[in-house]
C-alpha cells in the first residue's frame, strides 16, 4: 500500500531505531497503511491531549487494510470506546502507585521488584494495564528523563537483602540502546543478592528488529537472565518475531509469554489455542494469560470470568501441557489464580474432574489433616 515511505523494500527497514524514527503518529500517515475509518479518525484526534499512541512500520505492515476489526488494528490503533466510562474503573488497578518505594522500584512481592525503567513503548497497546503510566499524555506518575537519578532505585535494591528477583520493565527497557541498557543491568549484576534478571519487553512482537545480535551478546553476559514477552494473536507471530525470539534463545536467555484475554481478539477457543500452539513453535513458554483489568481506558476489553474459565477448560488436557498458560488477576494483592480447582469435597468425599469432565475418588491417594489440609502423599 505506501508507495513513497518506509515500506518493508526500504534499506532501513530491518533497523530498529530507523523504525522508531518512522512510527506513526498522525492519522496521514496511518492512511499509507490502512484505510482509516471515520471512527478510528475521531478515536485518533480525540486522543490528543489524553493517550499516546505510536505504531511502528513493522506492526502496521501486519494489518488489514480493510478490515476495522482486524486483530492487529484493534490492538493498535485508538478507539472510541477508550473514551467511555465504565464502573469501577481505575486508573491503576494493580497497584502500582499502592507498592512504589522509589521513583522507578515497585516492590510488591517479597522477594521481587519492577523496576520501571521508562514509560516510552514503540507501539502503544490500546489495552495497556499502565495505560496511566505509559499512554497519559499529561505525563507519567513517575520521572523518566535523562537527569533523573538511578541512585536511590539501586540503593533501595542494594538495602533489601531479600530481593533476589528483579523485572525492568516500564514501557519498553529495549526502547533504550544497548549501552544505556547495559549501564542498568551491570550496575544490578553488582548487587550480589540479586539472583535472576528478567526484561519486560513487547519487542519481539511490536519491533523484533531491535533483537539485535549485538543485543543478545550483550545481554548474554549477564546471565541468568530472562525476557518475558506478549504476543496476543497468532497473527502476530511471523517469520520476523520468531526469528527476533530465536536470537534470543540462541544466546539462552529463555523467552516466556504473558498474553491478556481481549474481548473480540482472543477470547474464543480457536483463536487461542492457535496462539499457545503457534508460541510452542517458536520455542516461546506461554506462561500467563491474564483476565484484563477493568483500567480506565481499556474496560471494552475485558470479558466476563467465565469466558476465561470456559477458554481454560478448552485448552486443559486438549493441547500440551506446558501451552497452557496460569490464568491470573493482577491486583494490589498480587496476582490471583482464577481457574477453578479440579479438587472437590463434600459429605460423600474428595474427587477430581479431569479436562473431559469425568471424575475419580482420590480419598485413598491423598492424606488430610483434621483440618482437612492437605498432607503430602504417602
Ligand atoms: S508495550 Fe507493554 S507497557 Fe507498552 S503499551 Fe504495550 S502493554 Fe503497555
Not at 507519567?140 to 528483579?166: K, N
Amino acid at each position: 500500500m505506501p508507495e513513497t515511505h518506509f515500506t518493508p523494500e526500504s534499506a532501513a527497514w530491518s533497523d530498529w531505531r530507523s523504525q522508531m524514527h518512522h512510527r506513526i503518529t498522525t492519522v496521514e500517515q496511518l492512511r499509507d497503511w490502512i484505510h482509516v475509518t471515520d471512527q478510528e479518525e475521531h478515536a485518533i484526534q480525540a486522543s490528543a491531549g489524553r493517550y499516546r499512541w505510536s505504531i511502528t512500520p513493522y506492526y502496521a505492515s501486519l494489518m488489514d487494510p480493510d478490515d476495522p476489526l482486524c486483530p492487529i488494528r484493534q490492538l493498535a490503533v485508538p478507539s472510541l470506546r477508550e473514551f467511555e466510562s465504565f464502573p469501577s474503573a481505575s486508573v491503576d488497578p494493580v497497584g502500582d502507585t499502592v507498592h512504589r518505594k522509589t521513583n522507578r522500584v515497585v516492590h510488591k512481592y517479597p522477594d521481587r521488584i519492577i523496576v520501571l525503567v521508562t514509560g516510552l513503548c514503540p507501539v502503544y497497546c490500546r489495552h495497556c494495564t499502565r495505560k496511566y503510566h505509559t499512554m497519559d499524555a499529561a505525563g507519567t506518575y513517575f520521572e523518566t528523563h535523562e537527569g533523573t537519578s538511578w541512585d536511590e532505585d539501586f540503593a533501595y535494591i542494594a538495602a533489601h537483602p531479600e530481593i533476589r528477583d528483579v523485572v525492568l520493565t516500564g514501557g519498553d527497557p529495549l526502547t533504550y540502546g544497548d549501552d544505556r541498557l547495559e549501564a542498568i543491568i551491570a550496575r544490578l549484576r553488582q548487587i550480589p543478592h540479586v539472583e535472576i534478571i528478567r526484561i519486560g519487553s513487547r519487542c519481539p512482537v511490536v519491533l523484533p528488529q531491535r533483537i539485535t545480535p549485538e543485543l543478545c551478546t550483550m545481554l548474554e553476559r549477564y546471565h541468568p537472565l530472562w525476557l518475558n514477552t506478549h504476543f496476543n494473536h497468532p497473527q502476530e507471530i511471523t517469520p520476523e518475531a520468531a526469528a527476533a525470539c530465536d536470537r534470543l534463545l540462541q544466546h539462552g536467555i529463555v523467552v516466556q509469554n504473558q498474553s491478556v484475554l481481549l474481548k473480540g481478539i482472543n477470547d474464543d477457543l480457536p483463536t487461542m489455542r492457535r496462539l499457545l500452539t503457534e508460541l510452542l513453535k517458536i520455542r516461546v513458554l506461554p506462561y500467563y494469560l491474564y483476565h484484563c483489568d477493568n483500567a480506565v481506558g481499556i474496560s471494552h476489553f475485558v470479558t466476563s470470568l467465565e469466558t476465561g474459565r470456559e477458554l481454560m477448560r478448552g485448552l486443559l488436557g486438549y493441547i500440551t501441557g506446558f501451552a497452557v498458560p496460569q490464568y491470573v488477576l493482577t491486583t494490589p494483592l498480587g496476582k490471583i489464580p482464577l481457574w477453578e480447582e479440579s479438587l472437590h469435597r463434600d459429605s460423600t468425599g474428595t474427587w477430581v474432574e479431569n479436562y473431559e469432565g469425568e471424575t475419580m475418588y482420590v480419598n485413598d491417594l491423598l492424606l488430610f489433616d483434621d483440618k482437612g489440609q492437605e498432607q503430602g502423599g504417602k
